[in-house]
């Protein structure tokens, strides 16, 4: 009898998203959770002023249970020095990929799973023409869209504040792999250790875990990706809870939006052509894009879903920008921009999309100054 084997998962970026996984797989599965600190500095801090705990408050439930772990191993890049890596999480904010996959890549080779859990788009360029530039030796990538609303309470100790689960899908490393039969799912979820261990029934069921293709998942990802590009620059730039401005906001996500999904029209051009050319196909998943991917609707679903079901709630780039930390616009707004750049649309292309970004950008910077220097509308 073969005894089957502990899976090894690493996690880079202990933060909201890094914590509500890790403590939800010690408790679920029987992996053994590694988390990667940026520092020996970090690490002793977590082992020895935090005893290695990690603990999550789940506000959702009645009586908001603090559900406590123990983490048996932690390292950082001075301390590693394991073989090839099985499994990496990526749960750092996407801007600060590059830099923390660094000192990790000579334990990263073709059998590594990675997957990137993040909000925005453009991690996979970056990865693909900075980091893993020799193909015979890129990682299999795949890509988790997580809807759980998470936030720092204090040290070691996250908040959950909303359940609303997790997708997960193989992210392929070039354009003309963006459609996936059922087959290479069903393959995946048979046979990818990564897969089998987030799709584990009762870790599943608890984190709210869907395995599918990847243009089912790039469709839930573009829609969310939109409500983002709407939300969270605009509540930044103005400094307002998402419900202040539901009666003003959409004028400006119109303009947003349909920017937006000009140029994702282009760059994702297999999605958007897929409902015609792929219905009634049986080794294909059925998807509905056009009645979902279209400006008035999605209008309509970012103040139903940002202003009004999440009318009390500060967005994560205003939250940023409030305290001074560097925000995701890149990856959102400028990501837009970035494309119509990379697919010759003409220069005015993603002006909307542009300014945006630049408003995001001084409002950083304008509070920045003013946290530094006083406010001039006081003096
Ligand atoms: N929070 C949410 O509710 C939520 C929901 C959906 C999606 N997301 C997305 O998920 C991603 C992660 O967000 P988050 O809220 O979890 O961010 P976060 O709380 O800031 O966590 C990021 C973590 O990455 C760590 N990190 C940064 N650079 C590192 C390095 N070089 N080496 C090792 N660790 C490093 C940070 O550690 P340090 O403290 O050392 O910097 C921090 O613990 C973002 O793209 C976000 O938009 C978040």
Redesign the pocket.
Known sequence: MTVAKRPIIHI???????TVLAVDLIRFTNALVIP???SKE?LDKFQIEGHSKISIRKLYEEKKPLVECKVEEAQCPETFNSGIIENLVI????Y?TK??LAPYLKYINSHTNLIL????LGVLEVLKDEVFVNKSERPQLFQGV???????ESGFTYAHAGWAGMKVARLPWNDDEMIQTNSLVKRDYAENELVNLLMSQTFAKEFGMEHMSYQEMLLGQLFKFLVNCCMNPVTAIVDCVNGEMVDYCAPVFRSIIDECLTVLRVAYKPLFAYENQYKGNEDYVSLTVDSILNTEHMVKEVIRIGCDINERNSS?MRQDTLYLRDT?IDYINGYVVDLAKKYEMGAAAANVNKTISELVNLRLGLNRTRAQQGDWRQQ
């Open positions: 880079l970026g202990l933060g909201s998203m890094g990667l600190f940026r970090k749960t750092t904010k996407t600060q830099e923390a859990i993040q909000n925005g997580i809807s759980h609303g998470v936030y720092q994560s995701e």
